[in-house]
T-cell receptor, first 112, second 114 residues
Framework: GENVEQHPSTLSVQEGDSAVIKCTYSDSASNYFPWYKQELGKGPQLIIDIRSNVGEKKDQRIAVTLNKTAKHFSLHITETQPEDSAVYFCAASHYTGNQFYFGTGTSLTVIP | DTAVSQTPKYLVTQMGNDKSIKCEQNLGHDTMYWYKQDSKKFLKIMFSYNNKELIINETVPNRFSPKSPDKAHLNLHINSLELGDSAVYFC?????????????FGDGTRLSIL
């Protein structure tokens, strides 16, 4: 089965700096990679996703990159703000499957 | 408008009791899920239903029984609650039964066993 590893487990950055979270996956058949943000007391919310037919996707201050050869993908947050503080999860899945395989989460703290 | 709603938000109960958690989605999705999130924030899939049919049943004690009366609802009943059942339980839904569609999560039910 698929195995998704996520690093780092905790990350602290100064407001305005960039944050990068990295994930690796094991199943080369995986082709959908969503990223979720979980705020305290809330459920995970989708913030961006990427499919294997593209290498990069941007949405304002967040971007995701995918390297299919190396089987890793990363979340980049630029110009971080205190409201970016949360736990972030990566996931991988295959369109013929029916479940996500989640990473173990990264707790991001943005220091004002 | 809440897309995926769970009730109750908090559930505190004694060991050995039986309890239920309800979930409803108004997104028109075909597939619904139950996840368990432990104290280390790890998200573990428990069950998945597609159009009221069970499609994922991970290694979960048979004290946990999901029920889907229609495709907009997926409830979770837990018998003989144990201390290790304390966790946050999330319901989610997605369009279609394939793995390449985003999942939309509720805000969770925080279960505490005394």
């Amino acid at each position: 089965g698929e195995n998704v590893e996520q690093h780092p487990s905790t990350l602290s950055v100064q407001e305005g700096d960039s944050a990068v979270i990295k994930c690796t996956y094991s199943d080369s058949a995986s082709n959908y990679f969503p990223w979720y943000k979980q705020e305290l007391g809330k459920g995970p919310q989708l913030i961006i996703d990427i499919r294997s037919n593209v290498g990069e996707k941007k949405d304002q201050r967040i971007a995701v990159t995918l390297n299919k050869t190396a089987k890793h993908f990363s979340l980049h947050i630029t110009e971080t703000q205190p409201e970016d503080s949360a736990v972030y999860f990566c996931a991988a899945s295959h369109y013929t499957g029916n479940q996500f395989y989640f990473g173990t989460g990264t707790s991001l703290t943005v220091i004002p | 408008d809440t897309a995926v709603s769970q009730t109750p938000k908090y559930l505190v109960t004694q060991m050995g009791n039986d309890k239920s958690i309800k979930c409803e989605q108004n997104l028109g999705h075909d597939t619904m899920y139950w996840y368990k999130q432990d104290s280390k924030k790890f998200l573990k899939i428990m069950f998945s239903y597609n159009n009221k049919e069970l499609i994922i049943n991970e290694t979960v004690p048979n004290r946990f029984s999901p029920k889907s009366p229609d495709k907009a609802h997926l409830n979770l009943h837990i018998n003989s609650l144990e201390l290790g059942d304390s966790a946050v339980y999330f319901c989610a839904s997605s369009e279609g039964g394939r793995g390449n569609q985003p999942q939309h999560f509720g805000d969770g039910t925080r279960l505490s066993i005394l």
